[in-house]
């Protein structure tokens, strides 16, 4: 899909595009005389209650476990044969329709019914032509035909379908949500920062984390993306996987999954690569300014997520040209304790940052604000480097050889001017979410990221890969297989706890409860296959069991009655 932004100059738009080109030249309605077009009567959104809005915002901001919320979702109920009108072309017919929503920075859009026929175009710009998306084509199609647009920037958004005279009729367009964006991330009214709302402590990704990593971080800032989910953002970045296969795989956080599932379907969620700023703001109350490429693509399809270690992994569906030059990011799934850690977010939907860590990383089961489970999670326990925000969730650590180790899943980590808090964040473990605790393999990374089971225990990014720079590090923990497999029973258990177990004798357990504070520990010997709960009060516990010959993770669920 290929977005322009269009300069008004004596009346000519110069057109600056980058992306995926699937066609030439800009909606067909701009070339017709406005005397032979049909008029067009607006369909206006109804006003909803800004101050609650920002109210329950001002709450929630600081609440990394959730999508940072730069919209409102509004329903309608607008398709090709209730709304808009059409207007016939000596190749085909335009059908374009007219939306407004008072007071909107920005509007983006969800079809419950997205299915066009190969030739034809959809493009969606704004009432002064200055912000043009499109074209969407035929290439977007999906077998449930949903799609999710990225954001026109104004209040009255045009979308025009054009369908060639020889597929007439076999197009189905209808919209089901318009996004009132009443925050935008190209808000210069915000604050001081030309982009977006995060604050200024905050390191553009091209400022410098140090020698020793900006070598690495010029190409994995090419994997991270910002993508939005109706009304919230969230980051990501792409994966790789043992077969180097560039399968388009996006690692995220579970919540910003689960915090929307029912109301934003995965189909609908939109990606933005490569956004950049050509001149990085460092910690300063200096602006960025806005980078050139507008590279989105829309549509995923979630193949594993777990909340142990708050960990999703979807499928992008629709294409990442070989011209965008992105980058697939490596793994370690050793539990290793890094040298020092870097992240790569787009905080609060603004453009691309970078935050570094210096000192160990912190082991702990955080109770993180918002998520149902206690998650296994890297402690950073206060960022040299920047910091992380809402909109941040999702997003990649990486250690010291450039490879993920988590993914961001709460923590306190904020702004005070142009230096953090202190505070801490807390990141998903990899090596916890390579083997899913639930019986369903296909919900452990390992079945997607080692899918000819060569059991790496480390992967490079996939430039480094292709390049020759390969790991052969291996162990034998497989998921989902008998070698990991631990049973507890009985389960509900009134205090004693029987633990079956295939992966090993040598095992130490940690128990936590419901609100993530340690209350018990001990080994698992074959004089002593059990836990005693009965000091426990009913309730539901986690036991994190650790294999002290190979390290494997396991964390299982216990209640207590």
Aim: charged content about 20%; proline content about 4%; some cysteine.
């Amino acid at each position: 899909m290929v977005r322009y932004k269009l300069l008004v100059v004596l009346s000519l738009f110069v057109i600056i595009a980058s992306a995926q080109v699937t066609n030439e030249g800009v909606p067909l309605s701009w070339s017709i005389n406005a005397q032979n077009k049909s008029n067009v009567t607006a369909v206006l959104m109804k006003s909803f209650d800004l101050s609650k809005i920002q109210a329950e915002d001002a709450k929630n901001d600081a609440n990394k476990s959730i999508p940072w919320r730069f919209g409102y979702e509004l329903d309608v109920n607008l398709n090709l044969d209730n709304s808009g009108v059409w207007d016939e072309l000596p190749n085909g017919r335009i059908w374009r329709i007219n939306i407004v929503s008072k007071g909107a920075k920005t509007l983006n859009f969800i079809f419950n019914k997205f299915k066009v026929p190969e030739g034809a175009t959809v493009y969606l710009y704004n009432r002064d032509r200055s912000d043009l998306l499109g074209a969407y084509t035929s290439v977007f199609n999906r077998p449930d035909k949903m799609l999710g647009t990225w954001m026109v920037q104004g209040e009255n958004i045009w979308i025009e379908y054009f369908e060639p005279t020889e597929v007439k009729g076999k197009g189905e367009l209808s919209l089901s949500k318009v996004v009132h964006g009443y925050r935008s991330i190209t808000d210069v009214e915000i604050k001081a920062k030309a982009l977006g709302s995060s604050e200024d402590c905050n390191q553009d990704v091209d400022c410098t984390v140090g020698a020793d990593f900006d070598p690495l971080k010029e190409n994995l800032k090419r994997s991270v993306a910002l993508f939005i989910l109706g009304g919230g953002v969230c980051s990501g970045t792409l994966i790789n996987n043992t077969s180097n296969d560039r399968k388009p795989y996006f690692l995220s956080a579970n919540h910003c999954y689960i915090s929307t599932r029912g109301t934003e379907d995965p189909a609908t969620w939109a990606f933005r690569f490569n956004w950049v700023s050509p001149n990085p703001s460092c910690a300063t109350t200096t602006p960025s300014t806005d980078g050139s490429f507008n590279q989105t693509t829309s549509g995923a399809t979630v193949l594993a997520n777990n909340s142990d270690s708050d960990v999703l992994l979807i499928n992008i569906d629709t294409g990442l040209p070989d011209e965008w030059n992105l980058e697939w990011a490596g793994w370690d799934r050793t539990g290793d304790v890094p040298e020092f850690a870097v992240g790569i977010h787009h905080p609060n939907g603004d453009i691309m940052k970078v935050c570094r860590e210096n000192a160990a990383l912190g082991s702990a089961i955080e109770t993180i604000q918002g998520l149902v489970a206690p998650v296994n999670s890297w402690v950073v326990n206060d960022w040299d480097l920047g910091v992380t925000e809402g909109g941040s969730s999702g997003s990649a650590l990486f250690d010291s050889n450039g490879r993920i180790v988590g993914q961001l899943a709460g923590g306190g980590a904020a702004c005070q001017g142009t230096v953090d808090n202190d505070l801490p964040d807390f990141y998903g473990k990899f090596n916890v979410s390579w083997c899913s605790s639930t019986t369903d393999s296909n919900n452990s990374l390992s079945s997607w990221l080692d899918p000819s089971n060569t059991r790496k225990t480390k992967l490079n990014m996939l430039s480094q890969e292709l390049g020759g720079q390969t790991s052969t590090e291996t162990n034998n923990i497989v998921c989902g297989g008998a070698e990991t497999d631990i049973v507890l029973f009985p389960n509900p258990t009134q205090g004693m706890v029987n633990v079956s177990s295939t992966a090993g004798e040598n095992l130490t357990y940690l128990i936590y409860d419901i609100f993530g504070q340690l209350v018990g520990s001990g080994q698992i010997t074959a004089e002593n296959p059990s836990i005693e709960l009965f000091d426990k009060a009913s309730g539901m516990y986690f036991i994190y069991f650790e294999n002290t010959t190979n390290g494997a993770p396991y964390t299982k669920r216990i209640l207590v009655r």
